[in-house]
């Protein structure tokens, strides 16, 4: 392992005639979202919201090691992620976002329980909106969600000790814990460009809740939630525009509700269009379309929906509205929902929309659900992939995406006889001067250039794929892997000893450990290790990022008491282990994981469960097999045992190979005894939940 120079060697500072530490650098007018004669004007130009919507983005701004939903891409980190995705909207003319202000994973939970916040994951916020503010995208962000069991409805309630929905729109304790919610965020100073995020112009608009649902709720119980809540985010933030952002079910005896020639049941879900949108406080509409979730797969029924509310929101509410959500799934299982049959439900959505802006409706844009960065995978529960609904920009149907973000471009003309007053925010700090090596996003950032970046975190550290990122005070340092060598920046594979590390494991008859053993730390030098930006784990046991079985046989190589491995293919999640005895590696047939999902479908709420691959054990030939075996026996198993394994780690022990390895030579302290993370394959798993390939537990 050849180890990186010395950050002092690496390290350059900025010209001398860089500005003082902090000062601040001239930048463009920038301009709250308002509304003028029922258009979105961006100063003094129309604006025509052109773009999509972003899951987990906070907790990959934050520097999340993993995502739950589409996988950050191989050697890119969540604030990587951030800035790929914001680059390539600026690339194809989009202009808006829209995500949560929220997160949606337990373990980066933004807040940890009432009036208590993640510092670390609110800073993701903070940066996602300073990069935006870059690029000149602007974000339209929800307060909660109707769904999220994190930050949601669900989780409200909880709080409160409550278990119907209902709850949620009529309890007052549960009402002043949203109010609190929306006091902290919108007070919320920015820690990297010092902006009161009620004073931020990069936001476009705030969302009350994502999706309400109240299912047999007395009629009029969500708009008069509404009607409440809007008054009080106007009172806390009077610059920025405000929605419901629901999914625009209209009242019984609406004829353009999905269903409604079987079922009432879109009206039965409490909604109503018309009523939740009609509070003075509410200065647009909002509406979403799922043809597959609702069952009306038909592009003729989507062209009415958004029809029948961009009439609406003209004649009745006299209010611009925006079709905030939509999408068509991409199912294997399905021959009617191919890439061919999104790419026709895509392209009529933006035609319909291109026509109706240039028409001058009430319909101002369309924003899709979502886009997949390359590289990102959909979690197993959706089939991996692109999943139900992920979108590369390679797809044929972000070509729509794109022409239409050309005609709303075209349509932002000026405003006659506007006159435009820029906000008033301070304007960013130079922090050029603790650059590392003269890169921006190293060194230090905030109003005062104060604030130390991880650069292993934020992406911008030079490490090859191969190298460990190192963080420090001062900046960073490489250090290529076990197997490897270079100076870190550029890390050259030793073929021979690699094929020698993937000789010296031995996982006969099925892998079926039946010894959990112990389990051992992940180096933080060793490929699979990820810095815990936002505190989520409890130990250090177990990858905290995909590694292959190569990748997991390295890291155990770096780890000095490691002596087995336990691994999961499909998960691509690995821990280290010792003191395991390979004497009983036969316990049972190993059983696969089954991964738990639940879907919604035209209100009916759908379980299912998916293969999520197995966890088997690799034992090291050179391990101490003696010791291991020793104190350890498995009661009620007089067959299957095969003590004359032992005889080939013994041989291998002894051999060339071993020396070679020079794991176990020089002997490390003992790690302290510690509950194993994963059973080893010891008992058949019960069914799970998929999360991400994690680090406390299998998932």
Same mark, same amino acid.
């Given at each position: ?153 669900? $989780? #409200?309630? /909880? !709080? %409160?000790? @409550? ?9 007052? &304790?549960?009402?002043?814990? =949203? ?81 409604? $020639? #079987?079922? /009432? !049941? %879109?009206? @039965? ?9 009609? &509070?003075?406080?509410?200065? =647009? ?85 979502? !886009? ?328």
């Amino acid at each position: 392992m050849v180890a990186a120079p010395a950050l002092a060697d690496r390290r350059l500072l900025a010209a001398s005639s860089t500005p003082a530490l902090g000062a601040t650098q001239p930048t463009e007018p920038e301009y709250f979202i308002t509304i003028k004669d029922g258009d979105f004007v961006n100063g003094c130009e129309l604006f025509f919201p052109a773009g999509w919507n972003q899951w987990e983005v906070v907790e990959a701004a934050g520097g999340a090691p993993y995502l739950s939903g589409a996988s950050l891409p191989a050697n890119l980190t969540g604030p990587g992620l951030v800035r790929e995705l914001l680059d390539r909207a600026q690339a194809n003319g989009l202009n808006t976002m829209r995500t949560w202000a929220f997160t949606v994973d337990e373990r980066f939970a933004l807040q940890t329980a009432p009036g208590e916040y993640n510092e670390a994951v609110f800073r993701g916020l903070d940066y996602l909106l300073d990069e935006a503010r870059q690029r000149g995208i602007k974000l339209i962000l929800a307060f909660t969600s109707n769904w999220t069991p994190v930050g949601g409805l669900p $989780q #409200y309630l /909880e !709080w %409160a000790g @409550e278990t119907a929905p209902v709850q949620f729109y009529t309890n007052p &304790s549960i009402a002043s814990l =949203f109010k609190a919610h929306v006091t902290a965020v919108t007070s919320r100073v920015n820690t990297i460009n010092g902006r009161r995020y009620s004073e931020d112009p990069t936001i476009f608009a705030w969302n009350l809740i994502n999706e309400p649902r109240c299912t047999g709720c007395p009629a009029g119980t969500i708009a008069a939630w509404v009607k409440e809540m809007a008054a009080f985010v106007k009172q806390a933030d009077p610059n920025h525009l405000l929605t419901v952002g629901e999914d625009g079910f209209f009242a019984a005896g609406g004829t353009a509700n999905p269903g409604v $020639q #079987y079922t /009432e !049941w %879109a009206a @039965e879900e409490g909604q109503d269009f018309i009523a939740d949108h009609s &509070s003075p406080d509410i200065d =647009f509409a909002t509406f979403h379309t799922w043809v597959d979730n609702w069952q009306e797969v038909t592009p003729e029924w989507q062209s009415a929906w958004i029809a029948a509310h961009a009439d609406a929101a003209e004649k009745t509410l006299k209010k611009p509205v925006l079709q905030e959500e939509f999408g068509k799934w991409v199912n294997e299982t399905d021959p009617d929902s191919t890439l061919a049959d999104r790419l026709v439900f895509m392209q009529a959505a933006y035609d319909q929309t291109s026509q109706l802006q240039r028409a001058g409706s009430a319909l101002k844009g369309s924003l899709f659900w979502q !886009w997949y960065a390359d590289g990102q995978i959909a979690p197993l529960t959706e089939g991996g992939g692109r999943g139900l609904y992920g979108i590369y920009e390679s797809d044929a149907a972000f070509r729509p995406v794109v022409e239409n973000a050309a005609v709303a471009a075209k349509l932002s003309a000026p405003v006659a006889g506007c006159r435009p007053a820029g906000a008033d925010v301070p304007p960013p700090a130079n922090c050029s001067d603790t650059w590392v090596d003269g890169a921006p996003e190293t060194g230090m950032e905030g109003p005062t250039c104060a604030l130390p970046i991880n650069e292993c975190v934020r992406g911008t550290d030079t490490c090859a794929p191969e190298a460990a990122c190192l963080d420090d005070p001062e900046g960073f340092a490489c250090a290529c892997f076990w197997g490897y060598a270079g100076d870190g920046e550029t890390c050259a594979p030793d073929a021979a000893a690699l094929k020698t590390l993937a000789s010296a494991y031995w996982s006969e008859p099925e892998a079926g450990a039946c010894d959990p053993g112990a389990d051992v730390a992940w180096p933080s030098d060793a490929p699979g290790y990820r810095y815990d930006a936002l505190g989520a784990y409890t130990n250090d046991y177990g990858s905290r990022a995909n590694v292959s079985l190569l990748e997991c046989q390295i890291a155990c190589q770096m780890a000095p008491t490691c002596e087995s491995i336990t691994y999961n293919a499909v998960q691509e999640t690995c821990f280290l282990k010792r003191s395991q005895c390979p004497i009983y590696n036969f316990c049972y047939d190993p059983k696969e994981i089954m991964c738990n999902s639940t879907e919604s479908r035209a209100g009916e709420v759908i379980e299912y469960s998916i293969p999520c691959g197995f966890w088997l054990t690799y034992y090291r030939l050179d391990m101490d097999v003696d010791a291991a075996c020793a104190a350890f026996t498995y009661p009620g198993v007089a067959t299957g045992a095969n003590p004359d394994v032992v005889d080939g780690f013994r041989e291998f022990a002894a051999s060339p190979a071993a020396a070679e390895l020079d794991h176990f030579m020089i002997a490390p302290a003992v790690e302290p005894e510690a509950e194993a993370a994963v059973p080893a394959a010891t008992t058949p798993a019960a069914s799970v939940t998929l999360v991400a390939a994690s680090a406390d537990k299998p998932t």
